[in-house]
């Protein structure tokens, strides 16, 4: 598979309680603005092309509310997404520990697969003064979900905000390079010697992109700047 021929739509879904920043991220993501103020029952869609190491990627970002009456709708993102931006703020354990239910509910609808593409999200990193969510109990938690990557974000200062878009959007690349690769199957019998170059060629270029994913997963199980 060509990086030239490779362009996909992802569906991502920005999942948090209220009041967490998912707006801002989500507008400081696509439009490059800090929202001020916002309307936490308001549930909007953005998309977003971007360079994934190459790969032109269209996302659609959906932007759930956070508030009670509107979880109902959450089943719905959750199986539509590939992939999740599970945030909280620094500021508030109790957002912290709302994910815990919300990350299972999201492997339930996704058949019980662990592998889900999810990036634990810290955001509101410019209120130091404020934190009562330690960096150390937040790591801890991506551990317990199987080493998801966890990022410190501030929408307001624009920090660490494209990185965790672009690491999801790598898990969900990864993981359709893996299931294109299981699909393919072993070889037919008797067909090993029969190969045409361009299989061949084809398979190396395969080989290729898998091995390039896989350093960058195990450098990216923690960033915190």
């Known amino acids: 598979m060509s990086r030239a021929g490779y362009q996909r739509e992802y569906h991502i879904a920005v999942i ?7 707006s801002c991220l989500t507008a400081q993501f696509v439009q490059g603005v800090f929202i001020e103020s916002y309307d936490p029952t308001i549930e909007d869609s953005y998309r977003k092309q971007i360079d994934v ?7 659609e970002i959906m932007d759930t509310a956070g508030t009670e009456q509107f979880t109902s709708m959450r089943e719905f993102y959750m199986r539509d997404a590939h992939g999740f931006l599970l945030v909280f703020s620094i500021t508030s354990m109790s957002s912290l520990h709302e994910l815990a239910e919300l990350r299972e509910q999201i492997v339930q609808i996704k058949g019980g ?8 999200v810290g955001n509101k990193s410019d209120l130091e003064e404020d934190r009562v969510v330690t960096r150390s109990r937040a790591f801890q938690v991506s551990q317990a979900w199987g080493g998801v990557p966890y990022y410190e974000t501030s929408a307001r200062r624009r920090q660490n905000v494209s990185e965790v878009f672009v690491d999801v959007c790598r898990q969900i690349i990864r993981k359709d390079l893996s299931r294109a690769r299981r699909d393919r199957g072993p070889d037919r019998p008797g067909g090993g010697g029969g190969d045409s ?3 061949r060629r084809r398979r190396r270029r395969q080989r290729n992109d ?3 994913y896989e350093p960058r997963e195990r450098r ?6």
């Open 16 to 22: 948090g309680s209220g009041g967490v920043g998912k």
């Open 113 to 120: 697969d662990p592998n889900v593409p999810i990036v634990l």
């Open 197 to 199: 170059r361009s299989t």
């Open 53 to 59: 190491d190459g790969r032109q990627v269209m996302l």
């Open 210 to 212: 898998d091995d390039e």
């Open 220 to 225: 990216s199980r923690c960033t915190i700047l």
